[in-house]
């Protein structure tokens, strides 16, 4: 099956620091491929280069048989490539019913305003924030800016969703409830890109796992036998532990 | 919609007033209109997409000048005018091109820089312009009562022309797609929105009705000359009224040209030597005590609020 | 041949353009404030230059202090007062106010001095140097002198002196300054003040040089903005170098095209500036 996005040796160096070094991966239509790696490994910048935020200094970014490697953001957001950011970013004056039709407007090809608002209403109810659809958005909890901003993404109608660092400050059932949410879009056929801190999420749902760690891809492969990578646990938690313990149990 | 009930309302109300027969008022209304164009056209820009443009002298003059030079050559009126607006346009896809990657402070400079420029390419061409010793348009054949009738009527379909261009552009995609980047210009990107195409198109709407106006004003005067049309304060006046009336909204640019307006006659009555501290005084007290304008204060006060249960999307 | 006078010119006017440009860029730089009030701050200072020399024979030289002084002091006051409430808004909060106290302070000018252009006619001026085929007007080289001598002290002052350290800690991250300890509210005033400061006694020392009139106040605000944007904000040395490339170019545009199109030349500069590099040849990228 041939992949429906492909990175293909991609860096990118901010003067002589390389944020990212040479990745290369795939990912398939439908799989939900888990990112993690310690902090300051890269991720975020990979998906800033990903989605056209910063330029990759050498390498491709093919999406769907195009390259996508010199096009602008919104460009490659209407190809069907969405992102959620680490810190939330609506639009404060705006509704979150606005937030997530500006979504289905312009990346998703809404017809109208109209129609964008329909659409954007769906994805609230899917992310259950269909109460709060008439508050401002900046009125909303942590949680439910998170959910806004994965309804927003969603609404984009992708083919691939990124999703930086969604769970970070929720508890755990709140993140179950985000889990939840993932799997079914995922069963929906949307490819979903996963930036995780937290291991046991990522084991519980994805399909994959890249590691990355100093910019580099230093593990690839189904999530049980990544965790287990020597290289992998060295990264996270020292060389001392991992020459001690061996992999994760 | 109530929007447009307002306007054709308003501008009904409003044609009928030359049968006071007042020629003064007459002169003030021509002005109230002038300042709703420049008003709202500067809205577009700075208001609705959020870039503090300071170009709004440098369309009108460009329009004037534009309208001018084509009417020496014969060119019948309403063509000389349309192609003032025209010639605004290009600039603003011109230097548009140039400085609208730029935020904050650098395009508000830019955008200033643009009108020195334009003021002196004028004053150094006078060949073409007349430069420093300014330009004299044809007389029309009219009575006084005529030629103040003639005028109002123009400015005021003007200003009709471009608040009904305002609501539509408003409430449509370009609107939200302008709001978005003022709130959030990184966001909008990321969400598909082309950001260099929309705020191109409102510097665009920003120049085309306040070249038409400089087109007007000037055969409405007979007479230009660089400072005179490309003054700064008709780049700073519009921004003030918008500020006034409420950044963003489709009246609040009328409701701050018109009280700009008063406040100017009666501090040209009362402080003539004084009256640009007493602007600036003005400027200032609104900045401090009320940067939202007028409508966002009434908004909060009488709570305006989207209907529960509605799923439009409110401007 | 000729293009040694040129040059000799231009560098003697960058000289002081430099000086005119610093204090407007380090307000930009630590308060991100466009103070519109500048130009007018210069003019301020070379009436009490002129009007020292003229009714108490002070020497422009000498009042360089005496319209620092005052300069400060107005300067801090302004901020203080009313700056200070909007330093955090939106550009186009900040450029409206600055824009509207102008307006007042200009006009108030105007009336008071009205807009006739004075002249200092120095009664013993110093005599012109001749270098080589190069004919330096004493007094223009000696206000440059002390113009470069006096942004050479500021930027010792903010280099070596604890409030000098204060003001480039918040230039740099005003936040970070302020849970150091840092009083920022005041740090805002003290540089508004320098600001000024250094306007009045840039304009006290171009006395001798231009005419006077409140009218003219604008062609230096855009002198400065033009400097800011070729040295970058807030950098003292970025200033000196905009200030002697603007003079450069200034003089070599009015050489080649005739003075009458220096200006357009200066800001059409700037332009090119701006779309390509926003952060200035030394500064930073496009920074807001």
Known sequence: MSALLSIDNVTRAFGGLRAVDGASFDVAPGEVLGLIGPNGAGKTTLINVITGVHPATSGKVVFDGRDITRMKSHQIAKMGLSRTFQIVQPFPKMTVLENVAAGALFGGQAANIADASAAAMEQLRFTGLAQVAHNPALSLTLAQRKRLEFAKGLAMKPRILMLDEVNAGLNSTEVEEALTMIRKVAESGVSIILIEHLLKVVLSVSNRIVVLHHGKLIAEGAPQAVLRDPAVVEAYLGAKYAARYGGVA | MKNWLILVAGTAVLALLPLSGDNYLLRLATIAAMYVVLAQSWNFIGGLAGYPSFATAGFFGLGAYTSAILMSMGVPLLISWAAAGLSAVLLSAFIGGAILHLRGHYFAIASLVTVEVLREVV????????????????????????????????????????????????????????????????????????????????????????????????????????????????SVKPLVMVLLGGLGTIFGPVIGAFMLLALEEVVWRNFLTLHAAALGVVIVALVLFMPNGLLSVTREKFGFRAKKGSPEVKP | MIYFQVLANGLILGGLYACVAVGFSLVWGVLNVINILHGTFVVLGAYIAYFGYVHLGIHPFLSIFIAGGLLYGIGYVIQAGLVNRVVAAPVLITLTLTFGLDLILNNSMIVAFSADYRQVNLANPLPALMLGPVFLPGDRVAAMILAFLLTALLWRVLRDSRIGRAIVAVRMDREAASLMGVDVGRINAVTFGIG?????????????????????????????????????????????????ALGIVESFGAYWFGPEHALTLSFLLLLVLLFVRPGGILGKKGYE
């Open chain 2, 123 to 234: 004053n150094t061409t006078p060949d073409l312009t007349g430069g420093g010793m300014g330009l004299n348009l044809p007389i029309m054949r009219m009575s006084v009562a005529e030629h103040a009738m003639f005028f109002y009527y123009s400015m005021l379909a003007l200003a009709c022309a471009c608040m009904a261009c305002a609501i539509v552009v408003h409430k449509s995609k370009l609107g939200f797609g302008l709001r978005c980047i003022q709130q959030n210009e990184d966001a909008a990107n990321i969400l598909g929105i082309n950001t260099y195409f929309y705020k191109t198109a409102g510097f665009a709407f920003s120049a085309v009705f306040a070249g038409i106006a400089g087109a007007i004003y000037a055969s409405w005067v007979h007479y230009i000359e660089p400072p005179d049309v490309f003054d700064i304060l008709l």
């Open chain 3, 196 to 244: 000024a400061l250094m306007a009045g006694a840039a304009g006290a020392l171009l006395s001798i040089i231009y005419p006077i009139s409140p009218i003219t106040a604008p062609i230096y605000l855009g002198k400065a903005f033009i400097v800011c944007v070729i040295g970058g904000l807030g950098s003292v040395p970025g200033a000196m170098i905009g200030g002697l």
